[in-house]
């Protein structure tokens, strides 16, 4: 079997995931999952930085 019929099957196994109420459900979860800890990276840099530059 080949890498691109695997990557492919890969695509469609998410995909069809994805279109269920689980996995709209999850996708959701991990957005906001990401968003917050993006933020808190952000919000600590600046933090870090400012205490420096005391």
Not at 19 to 48: Q, S
């Amino acid at each position: 079997m080949s890498t691109k019929k695997h990557w492919r099957g890969y695509y469609y196994a998410v995909r069809n995931y994805l279109n269920t109420p689980k996995g709209r459900h999850d996708v959701i979860d991990y957005t906001r999952a990401a968003v917050i800890i993006l933020g808190i990276a952000v919000l600590l840099r600046w933090v870090i930085q400012w205490w420096y530059t005391m």
